[in-house]
């Protein structure tokens, strides 16, 4: 019978109750490449192909879900992503508790959880007081790029996304994304399959 092979999250996985706060990029990768950040890593579908594809920038996954977390950070390793860190985390927490100001050159967040009930929108990740902590994190210049399959939640990001004093920018779609896709992400593929529409937003510190 055959059984699941073993995941093994070390080097890529970190426990944040071993991180200083706030993180230092450039003493955790070792040297100075800019940083991108992905809220929401999944299996880390998105995450290992950047980090194969830019061996000239570091990458930082967060993922809450564990066995996902689990699943992610052992594809960056079997893929020797050595410039590659993920946690298993509260992404709105983090982002408060570990990231400094000016530090990050790009924040992917792609399919984030709608929460598509009503009483449940509080929830949202992407809503006016998130946006104030992306513009203190992204150094002038950098993107906040996201993608989803959910309308509502798509117009509810954008009049956020508009509010704030992020700019609105055309959406840069990754190079290792595939014909036709947004991103090259599990659920974007998977989504694709079901039929799903697409919505995409991008903005930069100006």
Not at 39 to 52: D, N, Q, W
Not at 53 to 80: C, K
Not at 115 to 137: D, G, S, T, Y
Request: proline share 6%.
């Amino acid at each position: 019978m055959q059984t699941h092979k073993e995941m093994i999250v070390e080097p890529i996985g970190l426990d944040p109750d071993t991180l200083p706060k706030p993180l230092d990029w450039a003493a955790l990768f070792g040297n100075d490449h800019p940083v991108e950040l992905e809220i929401g890593m999944g299996k880390g579908t998105f995450l290992t192909e950047a980090a194969r594809s830019h061996p000239e920038t570091n990458f930082f996954g967060i993922e809450w879900a564990r066995w996902f977390w689990r699943y992610g950070s052992d594809r960056l390793r079997r893929h020797n992503c050595l410039n590659a860190r993920t946690v298993r985390a509260e992404a709105g927490f983090f982002i408060r508790e570990f990231v400094r100001d000016a530090s990050l050159s790009v924040l992917h967040v792609y399919f984030p959880d709608p929460w598509p009930k009503k009483r449940h929108n509080k929830r949202r990740l992407i809503q006016a007081p998130f946006l104030k902590e992306v513009e203190r994190i992204l150094v002038p210049g950098g993107r906040l790029q996201i993608v989803t399959d959910h309308q509502n939640y798509f117009e509810q990001m954008e009049t956020v996304v508009r509010g704030s004093n992020l700019t609105v920018v055309e959406y840069n779609r990754p190079g290792q994304a595939a014909e036709g896709e947004f991103v090259g992400t599990n659920f974007e593929r998977k989504y694709k399959r079901e039929g799903r529409p697409f919505y995409a937003l991008a903005a930069v510190k100006s």
